[in-house]
């Protein structure tokens, strides 16, 4: 047999015949041509079944020509990368293509599942709400189990999808969707006017309807204007044209989105999809519209499909959809396809036209006849025809062929229309839902507004092209709009069904006729509601097709006109839109700016283990030969409180502050009081939101008079700036205050351990760091290891400590040189995690305790509390529920059992049998102390202060632990903080 | 994607920009003076209108800036938008 028995011998203006690709599906080696789609391919060879569908396994052809495509569900790809629910129409064929119809085992051709086709009567409507309910306990142990297996689409894929996927931005004067006569039209216009257009269409080649029937524009052939005018336009520096690219999504203020798929012939790097988000002053939506099938029985049978499809698969591939074929349908374009398909070698058994009065000599016609039943069970064998007036006595016409072309009219893609919040309006006579009033700046234009006639839509296309161009500041355009002789409106008489049996209406989801009369007969009257309850529309194909039929069977169920009954709402994407393409950018390597330290470079050739803080990576410890993790922590902690140690704590934010006001300021940002500070002294600061909550803590140094230099927690930086310019934005502008980020400006190392004075004394000789001249919390201006530095006396880690900051571009130099002067000091660095262990020692707190719902009380800070009452957030710590009995607060936990080691997530807990109870409180912090020589932990809870000594249980229920701890103050380590003063 | 015109740095993406809540009320000049009632009112009770009002969005990742927009909070539509710090 010939590889390709339904390829004509010519024609095909898509395909290359010069180049064969071979394909497989299912399993079985096919061929086809370069520029044939997948579809395509498998007409030419003669493959009618191409998937089953979603609920009675019934057989499944190719339907459609395009995105609309209802029936045609594939997979390509083997195993853990498979891409399932893919349409055929839109596959293009490459060689070596593998591709599977869906919903089926083995094989579309052999499917066990199609049995229950035969007892279809257990799956009516809405049967996923009604049967397999009893009795419950078979639910997990039968029908759940069987129902997956047989329900709905494609594999997901185990692995990781490999492909290059990405996202752009544009902005653009006039976005046209779609590149059919009318889009063409419209950028041609709006281009000559010299507007930034872009021109975005779904299919491989600009043409739209004319790519699927020949046309005539100007004096020549259709779709030779159309590449004269693409041609101008891609010579045009103002204009960009997007092939493969839909125009899936109208967002808020024209915001548009586009999918451009790569094509076959892509250079290597081009993204599989790359989506482009368009700022469009102007969008013109020309995107078309979509053929409507007709209702009759076994309307879903491979070999009945759109007859501008059937005529599409000649013209542009040269590919039979049949040999025989019977055209049905309610409008003139029949006759078009039933002498484009004899043409291509098609021999027309009959043209069935709904209409009484038309015909057509050269035709083999039926006028006021229509498709009574499809015959035939795995594919058509022919067609019973019947007239439409219902005269009785009338007796079917048994017709052999093994194709249907059926032509239901159009429905125009008012999608992008509705997506931006236009209007709807139905014209009853034509039978249209057609775009009304406009929801944001666009304008539709073509078959998208109603127009089907070649003339029409290229009047229209550049009408709208001339006005989207002035409505974004464009002159008129030279030139006349361009014409074309087919001047036929070729509008359909609403007709939709004849005859009884099974009348698919949503060949995807398997919605009948009679599924839809089902759910009105049981109450169902808002089409939204119909939907959701038949899955009418609900498959990947949106409904394209099948939305009309289905609203103008659910009116005529429950007796209403079909403009009261509304359409459903069409939601963004128009098709559907990769997963991957969507988390392009936002997974993986390069999602986020990776922030470093200045002696970031050091501490990676030291082989230190790396934490995430924000955005930035911190060294979390480093690793010592012979030690685990916790001894290696352990280590840095003992020699820091023995000796000396350093850290790097560039990654707090700094903020400068200066001006007349900043003191006053500064009183009414933070809790306690800043203004009485002297120059040359800092202080703890603590800030509270404006709900009494403590937001963020750190230190306030006074450089002079009306110059503070203040850092932030590393997590709350960004928060913390935005809130400062928040208040002297909008709150209190008529203060004099400048406060600029300089985080990126300083670098800064603390040095911790009794051993820091000698080491800062002998790095900085001309500074005087007895602790007379250089008390606590003092700051000075001093030379460092040679460099420019503030040094702060200060301490996070309870022992006598100094940070030192120098300019960024310094901090490398900085870092190594006091390293280098540290040798003879035993100088250890330490990462976040000794940081940690030593701030649990000392009962500091961070954002595990201050979480957004503890006051400075709670943590034990509120003596703190002395600033003016108009400060942020003083007000509400005298509401009554911040000043009750019963408020968690901040305590210690020192575990009794010294092997213990607390899991994360422990709650505080006052029995240890793990029987559900409220619990005491949560452990917020915890690590394993050295100093102490056991577990310990901090903890809010409920009344904590009152319960110092008592015995609770830390516990985890989700690890079954649970272990005896006694309540203690939170300060484990030196209360008096005689360590400090060194 | 809201496109807000910022007085500085011209139209630009939402996405540049942290939403800042509801500008309609003013923070009391006195706080210590205010009632119970009146500083709760003042801190949780908003009104969230369907239609238009007006808001704080702080240009994040452009000037910095705070501006006070008016915006339809069903249509999305702008109103006016002007520096919160005249």
């Given at each position: 047999?010939?590889?390709?028995?339904?390829?004509?011998?010519?024609?095909?203006?898509?395909?290359?015949?010069?180049?064969?690709?071979?394909?497989?599906f299912?399993?079985?080696?096919?061929?086809?041509?370069?520029?044939?789609?997948?579809?395509s391919?498998?007409l030419?060879?003669?493959?009618?079944?191409?998937?089953?569908?979603?609920?009675?396994?019934?057989?499944?052809?190719?339907?459609?020509?395009?995105?609309e495509?209802?029936?045609?569900?594939?997979?390509?790809?083997?195993?853990?990368?498979?891409?399932?629910?893919?349409?055929?129409?839109?596959?293009?064929?490459?060689?070596?293509?593998?591709?599977?119809?869906?919903?089926?085992?083995?094989?579309?051709?052999?499917d066990?599942?199609?049995?229950?086709?035969?007892?279809?009567?257990?799956?009516?409507?809405?049967?996923?709400?009604?049967?397999f309910?009893?009795?419950?306990?078979?639910?997990?142990?039968?029908?759940?189990?069987?129902?997956?297996?047989?329900?709905?689409?494609?594999?997901?894929?185990?692995?990781?999808?490999?492909?290059?996927?990405?996202?752009?931005?544009?902005?653009?004067?006039?976005?046209?969707?779609?590149?059919?006569?009318a889009?063409?039209?419209?950028?041609?216009?709006a281009?000559?006017?010299?507007?930034k257009?872009?021109?975005?269409?779904?299919?491989?080649?600009?043409?739209?309807?004319?790519?699927?029937?020949?046309?005539?524009?100007?004096?020549?052939?259709?779709?030779?204007?159309?590449?004269?005018?693409?041609?101008?336009?891609?010579?045009?520096?103002?204009?960009?044209?997007?092939?493969?690219?839909?125009?899936?999504?109208?967002?808020?203020?024209?915001?548009?989105?586009?999918?451009?798929?790569?094509?076959?012939?892509?250079?290597?790097?081009?993204?599989?999809?790359?989506?482009?988000?368009?700022?469009?002053?102007?969008?013109?939506?020309?995107?078309?519209?979509?053929?409507?099938?007709?209702l009759?029985?076994?309307?879903d049978?491979?070999?009945?499909?759109?007859?501008?499809?059937?005529?599409?698969?000649?013209?542009?591939?040269?590919?039979?959809?049949?040999?025989?074929?019977?055209?049905?349908?309610?409008?003139?374009?029949?006759?078009?396809?039933?002498?484009?398909?004899?043409?291509?070698g098609?021999s027309?058994?009959?043209?069935?036209?709904?209409?009484?009065?038309?015909?057509?000599?050269?035709?083999?016609?039926?006028?006021?006849?229509?498709?009574?039943?499809?015959?035939?069970?795995?594919?058509?064998r022919?067609?019973?025809?019947?007239?439409?007036?219902?005269?009785?006595?009338?007796?079917?016409?048994?017709?052999?062929?093994?194709?249907?072309?059926?032509?239901?009219?159009w429905?125009?893609?008012?999608?992008?229309?509705?997506?931006?919040?236009?209007?709807?309006?139905?014209?009853?006579?034509r039978?249209?839902?057609?775009?009304?009033?406009?929801?944001?700046?666009?304008?539709s234009?073509?078959?998208?507004?109603?127009?089907?006639?070649?003339?029409?839509?290229?009047?229209?296309?550049?009408?709208?092209?001339?006005a989207?161009?002035?409505?974004?500041?464009?002159?008129?355009?030279?030139?006349?709009?361009?014409?074309?002789?087919?001047?036929?409106?070729?509008?359909?008489?609403?007709?939709?069904?004849?005859?009884?049996?099974?009348?698919?209406?949503?060949?995807?989801?398997?919605?009948?006729?009679?599924?839809?009369?089902?759910?009105?007969?049981?109450?169902?009257?808002?089409?939204?509601?119909?939907?959701?309850?038949?899955?009418?529309?609900?498959?990947?194909d949106?409904?394209?097709?099948?939305?009309?039929?289905?609203?103008?069977?659910?009116?005529?169920?429950?007796?209403?006109?079909?403009?009261?009954?509304?359409?459903?709402?069409?939601?963004?994407?128009?098709t559907?839109?990769?997963?991957?393409?969507?988390?392009?950018?936002?997974?993986?390597?390069?999602?986020?700016?990776l922030?470093?330290?200045?002696?970031d470079?050091?501490?990676?050739?030291?082989?230190?283990?790396?934490?995430?803080?924000?955005?930035?990576?911190?060294?979390?410890?480093?690793?010592?030969?012979?030690?685990?993790?916790?001894?290696?922590?352990?280590?840095?902690?003992?020699?820091?409180?023995?000796?000396?140690?350093?850290?790097?704590?560039?990654?707090?934010?700094?903020?400068?502050?200066?001006?007349?006001?900043?003191?006053?300021?500064?009183?009414?940002?933070?809790?306690?009081?800043?203004?009485?500070?002297?120059?040359?002294r800092?202080?703890?600061?603590?800030?509270?939101?404006?709900?009494?909550?403590?937001?963020?803590?750190?230190?306030?140094?006074?450089l002079?008079?009306?110059?503070?230099?203040?850092?932030?927690?590393?997590?709350?930086?960004?928060?913390?700036?935005?809130?400062?310019e928040?208040?002297?934005?909008?709150?209190?502008?008529?203060?004099?205050?400048?406060?600029?980020?300089?985080?990126?400006?300083?670098?800064?190392?603390?040095?911790?351990?009794?051993?820091?004075?000698a080491?800062?004394g002998?790095?900085?000789?001309?500074?005087?760091?007895?602790?007379?001249?250089?008390?606590?919390?003092?700051?000075?201006?001093?030379?460092?290891?040679?460099?420019?530095a503030?040094?702060?006396?200060?301490?996070?880690?309870g022992?006598?400590?100094?940070?030192?900051?120098?300019?960024?571009?310094?901090?490398?130099a900085?870092?190594?040189?006091?390293?280098?002067a540290?040798?003879?000091?035993?100088?250890?660095?330490?990462?976040?995690e000794?940081?940690?262990?030593?701030?649990i020692?000392?009962g500091?707190?961070?954002?595990?305790?201050?979480?957004?719902r503890?006051?400075?009380?709670?943590?034990?800070?509120?003596?703190?509390v002395?600033?003016?009452?108009?400060?942020?957030?003083?007000?509400s710590?005298?509401?009554?529920?911040?000043?009750?009995?019963?408020?968690?607060?901040?305590?210690?936990?020192?575990?009794?059992?010294?092997?213990?080691?607390?899991?994360?997530?422990?709650?505080?807990?006052?029995?240890?049998?793990?029987?559900?109870?409220?619990?005491?409180?949560?452990?917020?912090?915890?690590?394993?102390?050295?100093?102490?020589?056991?577990?310990?932990?901090?903890?809010?809870?409920?009344?904590?202060r009152?319960?110092i000594?008592?015995?609770?249980?830390?516990?985890?229920?989700?690890?079954?632990?649970?272990?005896a701890?006694?309540?203690?103050p939170?300060?484990?380590?030196?209360?008096?903080?005689?360590?400090?003063?060194? | 994607?809201?496109?807000?015109?910022c007085?500085?740095?011209?139209?630009?993406?939402?996405?540049?920009?942290a939403?800042?809540?509801?500008?309609?009320?003013?923070?009391?000049?006195?706080?210590?003076?205010?009632?119970?009632?009146?500083?709760?009112?003042?801190?949780?009770?908003?009104?969230?209108?369907?239609?238009?009002?007006?808001?704080?969005?702080?240009?994040?990742?452009?000037?910095?800036?705070?501006?006070?927009?008016?915006?339809?909070?069903?249509?999305?539509?702008?109103?006016?938008?002007?520096?919160?710090?005249?």
């Amino acid at each position: 047999m010939r590889r390709q028995p339904f390829r004509a011998a010519e024609g095909g203006h898509l395909i290359d015949r010069s180049e064969p690709l071979r394909f497989d599906f299912d399993g079985h080696r096919q061929e086809g041509y370069r520029g044939d789609s997948l579809a395509s391919g498998l007409l030419a060879a003669g493959v009618r079944i191409v998937a089953r569908s979603f609920k009675y396994h019934r057989p499944r052809g190719v339907w459609g020509f395009g995105s609309e495509e209802p029936g045609a569900m594939v997979a390509t790809g083997v195993r853990e990368e498979v891409r399932p629910n893919l349409k055929a129409t839109e596959i293009e064929l490459a060689d070596g293509l593998m591709a599977f119809g869906q919903n089926a085992w083995p094989s579309v051709a052999w499917d066990l599942g199609a049995a229950v086709g035969m007892a279809g009567n257990v799956l009516p409507a809405g049967f996923y709400y009604k049967t397999f309910m009893w009795p419950p306990r078979w639910w997990l142990a039968l029908y759940e189990p069987v129902l997956r297996r047989m329900a709905g689409f494609g594999p997901a894929p185990s692995a990781p999808d490999g492909a290059f996927y990405a996202k752009r931005r544009m902005h653009a004067d006039v976005l046209v969707a779609g590149g059919g006569p009318a889009g063409v039209a419209a950028a041609l216009a709006a281009a000559r006017a010299g507007a930034k257009v872009v021109l975005a269409d779904e299919n491989v080649r600009f043409g739209g309807g004319l790519l699927r029937a020949p046309g005539e524009i100007g004096e020549s052939d259709g779709l030779a204007w159309i590449d004269a005018a693409i041609g101008e336009l891609e010579a045009m520096a103002n204009v960009r044209l997007l092939r493969r690219a839909t125009v899936t999504g109208y967002y808020d203020h024209n915001l548009l989105l586009v999918a451009e798929r790569a094509g076959g012939d892509a250079a290597p790097g081009t993204p599989e999809t790359r989506l482009w988000f368009v700022r469009a002053r102007e969008a013109v939506i020309a995107a078309g519209a979509h053929e409507r099938p007709l209702l009759f029985a076994g309307n879903d049978r491979p070999g009945v499909m759109s007859a501008s499809a059937a005529g599409g698969y000649a013209h542009a591939y040269g590919v039979l959809a049949g040999q025989r074929a019977v055209i049905a349908g309610n409008n003139d374009s029949i006759y078009a396809v039933a002498r484009l398909l004899r043409g291509a070698g098609v021999s027309i058994a009959a043209v069935a036209d709904a209409r009484a009065e038309s015909g057509a000599r050269d035709l083999p016609c039926r006028p006021g006849r229509t498709v009574e039943r499809a015959l035939g069970s795995r594919r058509v064998r022919g067609a019973l025809l019947r007239r439409t007036d219902g005269r009785a006595g009338d007796r079917s016409e048994r017709i052999a062929c093994d194709l249907v072309a059926v032509a239901g009219g159009w429905s125009p893609a008012v999608h992008l229309h509705t997506q931006a919040r236009g209007s709807l309006s139905y014209d009853e006579e034509r039978g249209l839902v057609l775009p009304d009033r406009p929801g944001g700046a666009n304008r539709s234009a073509g078959a998208a507004a109603g127009r089907f006639d070649l003339d029409g839509c290229l009047a229209e296309g550049w009408a709208a092209g001339v006005a989207a161009a002035a409505a974004s500041g464009h002159e008129r355009p030279a030139g006349e709009p361009p014409r074309s002789p087919d001047r036929v409106a070729g509008d359909a008489p609403v007709f939709w069904r004849i005859g009884a049996g099974k009348q698919f209406v949503d060949l995807q989801y398997d919605v009948t006729a009679a599924d839809v009369e089902l759910a009105a007969r049981e109450g169902y009257r808002s089409v939204e509601h119909v939907k959701r309850y038949t899955a009418l529309g609900m498959g990947t194909d949106q409904g394209k097709t099948s939305g009309m039929a289905g609203l103008v069977l659910l009116s005529e169920a429950i007796g209403r006109p079909v403009a009261r009954t509304g359409t459903t709402t069409f939601r963004p994407p128009y098709t559907p839109v990769p997963m991957a393409a969507m988390a392009a950018g936002l997974i993986g390597e390069g999602r986020d700016a990776l922030r470093r330290t200045a002696a970031d470079d050091w501490h990676e050739a030291r082989g230190a283990v790396f934490t995430a803080a924000g955005l930035w990576r911190r060294p979390s410890y480093y690793p010592r030969e012979g030690m685990d993790e916790e001894e290696a922590i352990s280590a840095e902690v003992r020699e820091v409180r023995a000796g000396v140690g350093i850290v790097d704590v560039g990654t707090l934010g700094k903020v400068d502050v200066q001006g007349r006001d900043a003191a006053a300021f500064l009183d009414l940002v933070y809790a306690n009081r800043i203004s009485t500070l002297k120059a040359g002294r800092g202080r703890y600061g603590l800030m509270l939101r404006e709900d009494g909550r403590v937001f963020d803590d750190g230190v306030v140094m006074r450089l002079g008079e009306n110059h503070f230099y203040l850092t932030t927690t590393t997590a709350q930086h960004h928060a913390a700036m935005q809130h400062m310019e928040f208040l002297l934005q909008t709150v209190w502008p008529e203060l004099e205050v400048y406060a600029t980020d300089v985080s990126e400006h300083w670098f800064a190392a603390a040095l911790a351990g009794p051993g820091s004075r000698a080491l800062l004394g002998e790095v900085a000789p001309g500074l005087d760091v007895s602790d007379e001249a250089f008390p606590m919390m003092a700051v000075r201006a001093a030379t460092v290891a040679g460099l420019s530095a503030l040094v702060f006396r200060m301490s996070y880690s309870g022992e006598l400590s100094y940070e030192i900051a120098a300019p960024a571009d310094h901090g490398l130099a900085l870092w190594t040189r006091l390293l280098t002067a540290g040798r003879e000091h035993g100088l250890t660095p330490y990462g976040t995690e000794a940081m940690g262990v030593m701030r649990i020692e000392k009962g500091h707190v961070t954002h595990a305790e201050a979480d957004g719902r503890t006051t400075p009380d709670d943590l034990g800070l509120g003596r703190m509390v002395n600033a003016g009452r108009r400060s942020i957030g003083r007000r509400s710590l005298d509401l009554p529920a911040l000043c009750r009995k019963g408020r968690q607060q901040l305590v210690g936990l020192a575990v009794i059992d010294p092997e213990a080691r607390i899991p994360p997530g422990c709650q505080v807990a006052e029995r240890d049998d793990m029987r559900p109870a409220a619990p005491l409180g949560h452990v917020t912090s915890f690590c394993y102390s050295p100093t102490l020589g056991r577990a310990i932990a901090l903890a809010l809870v409920e009344n904590g202060r009152s319960r110092i000594g008592q015995t609770v249980y830390v516990a985890s229920p989700v690890t079954g632990l649970a272990m005896a701890a006694e309540i203690v103050p939170p300060v484990f380590y030196d209360a008096e903080g005689t360590r400090l003063r060194g | 994607m809201l496109l807000i015109p910022c007085p500085f740095c011209g139209d630009r993406d939402e996405t540049e920009f942290a939403y800042g809540g509801d500008a309609g009320t003013e923070r009391p000049a006195d706080p210590g003076a205010a009632t119970d009632e009146a500083w709760t009112d003042y801190l949780c009770f908003h009104d969230n209108p369907k239609g238009p009002h007006r808001e704080f969005w702080f240009h994040r990742d452009g000037c910095r800036r705070w501006l006070t927009v008016e915006r339809d909070t069903h249509t999305h539509e702008l109103g006016a938008v002007r520096l919160s710090r005249p």
